[in-house]
């Protein structure tokens, strides 16, 4: 099993006062070898901690004494430190499947782990879930998991993770919400697979058996030109609409029997709909906010200062798989300097000369939003999706080759702004960085807020919070 490495250390933590460094190698904490970064904290939070290392081929142990429940200081190198679970299914629709060759290595791993569930946010089908997982998620409140349904069906589910493990797994979402673990579930709907009456069963099934769920995000199936599965196809406009009349028929529902919605259809199926978004309210605490599911709402209502709700960033489609240093089990999506770099500049005025590069659904959220705000000067560059090709157009899958296509030739003296969420760790999925585009660029948090305070836009409607602030 590799073993964590040190990559950081806080300066006067526990650790730099106890004389741990980056490069020390940890091979136990009080005798125990920690499996993953939740072992690693949950050990590491004792008031004596006998951390033995291997620095530069020498065995060591250092002591940190410390308050329990005090960070040790210490950033490793990785989220896991034994294998990660891949997972064992072979969905149609699966994405990694759709991926161009020569990509990042990384980008290829099928997880099916609980614990980046956990970590990261990542759906587990359940299908390699075992009593010792159940056992080790109710000691440690491993709380929220985030579980992928697809069906109620046991035959459809088996078919559609094409796994026959798929038809029973749902057992242990059973077993998890009796043991009171948060759970969020997610249903990718697939048209002629799971969508129409299939899809209202399969919410029937959940108000039926699993009705703790915390949420339900039903998102559209993201079909790329590499996709080599003859049954796999995007939505048409009439399905899009079916699949919202039902998510909102649904909503009644649930609200009726549970006193919640439960049920939420992502922006996508709106946007593909040509409806506008739900109001602010019905979207209730935006429990999946980072699966797209609201965050277009959520950012026309910071941006004209309607809403001071904290918008979650989603970290690029790949982030956790790809990233992953221990920092707030989150891999920074980007250098935020830059960005910090971009709104200073953009407090002394708004300036003419402006492009924002998205893609195509980024465009339909965005145009409105800025004619309303009388910015219409602001161009919107939409950026084609070659790379993936297929019905892939969400800003979180462009690639530095689509942006580099888009922006040749284009005049130096203007501020092209990119959204934050193409990028894992300074990196676009194509592995290029933002300094090998043709012309400089500002990295923007994909936010209302951030979007707003970058143009120098003072919205009318500021909430009272933002106008104290
Ligand atoms: S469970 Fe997820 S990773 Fe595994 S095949 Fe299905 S979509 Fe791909």
Redesign the pocket.
């Known amino acids: 099993m590799p073993f964590p490495q040190v990559v950081a250390i806080t300066p006067s933590s526990p650790a730099d006062l106890a004389g741990l460094t980056p490069g020390d190698e940890i091979r136990s904490l009080n005798g125990r070898v920690p499996r993953d970064i939740i072992e690693y904290r949950l050990l590491s939070d004792e008031a004596t901690v006998e951390v033995e290392i291997i620095r530069g081929g020498l065995a060591l142990e250092v002591i940190v004494e410390k308050s329990a429940g005090v960070p040790l200081g210490a950033e490793v190198s990785s989220a896991l430190f034994d294998q990660i679970r891949t997972?064992d299914?072979?969905?149609e629709?699966?994405?990694?499947?759709q991926l161009p060759k020569k990509m990042r290595r990384s980008l290829y791993v099928?997880?099916?782990d609980y614990r980046l569930s956990f970590l990261y946010g990542n759906?587990t089908?359940l299908t390699r879930f075992t009593e010792i997982d159940l056992e080790r998620v109710v000691t440690e409140r491993l709380s929220p998991l985030y579980v992928?349904i697809h069906a109620t069906d046991p035959d459809i589910r088996a078919r559609m993770?094409r796994n026959r493990r798929g038809a029973t797994s749902l057992r242990w979402l059973r077993a998890l919400l009796d043991h009171k673990i948060e759970v969020h579930g997610q249903v990718?709907v697939c048209p002629g697979i799971n969508d129409g009456w299939i899809f209202a069963d399969t919410l029937g099934g959940v108000l039926e058996r699993f009705p703790e769920l915390a949420s339900v995000g039903v998102v559209p199936l993201g079909v790329s030109q590499f996709s080599k599965e003859s049954s796999m196809r995007a939505h048409t406009v009439d399905e899009a609409n079916t699949i919202i009349d039902i998510v909102e028929e649904f909503q009644e529902t649930f609200l009726g029997c549970l006193g919640r919605r439960m049920v939420y259809a992502s922006d996508e199926y709106y946007l593909i709909a040509n409806r506008p978004f739900p109001e602010l309210k019905q979207y209730d605490e935006f429990a999946q906010h980072e699966n797209g599911i609201g965050m277009s709402r959520l950012f026309e209502e910071t941006f004209e200062g309607r809403s001071s709700s904290t918008e979650a960033v989603r970290g690029g489609f790949f982030a956790s798989i790809d990233g992953a240093p221990a920092i707030g089990y989150r891999a920074p999506t980007a250098d935020l300097s830059t960005s910090r770099q971009a709104v200073n500049i953009s407090k002394k005025a708004s300036q003419p000369g402006v492009t924002l590069l998205t893609g195509l659904y980024g465009s339909k959220v965005l145009t409105p939003i800025l004619e309303r705000a009388g910015l219409s000067d602001i161009e919107i560059a939409i950026v084609e999706n070659r790379f993936f090709g297929g019905n892939i157009s969400v800003a979180g899958l462009l690639t530095g080759e689509d942006l580099s296509r888009t922006l040749a030739g284009r005049d130096p003296s203007r501020r092209y702004l990119i959204p934050d969420v193409c990028l894992s760790e300074g990196r676009f999925l194509d592995g290029m960085m933002p300094e090998d585009l043709p012309v400089k660029v500002e990295i923007i948090e994909a936010t209302g807020k951030a979007l707003a305070r970058a143009l120098g836009h003072r919205p009318k409607n500021r909430t009272s919070v933002e106008r104290v602030s």
């Open positions: 997972c299914n072979h969905c629709f699966c994405f990694i499947y099928k997880d099916d759906f089908t992928s993770l990718v």
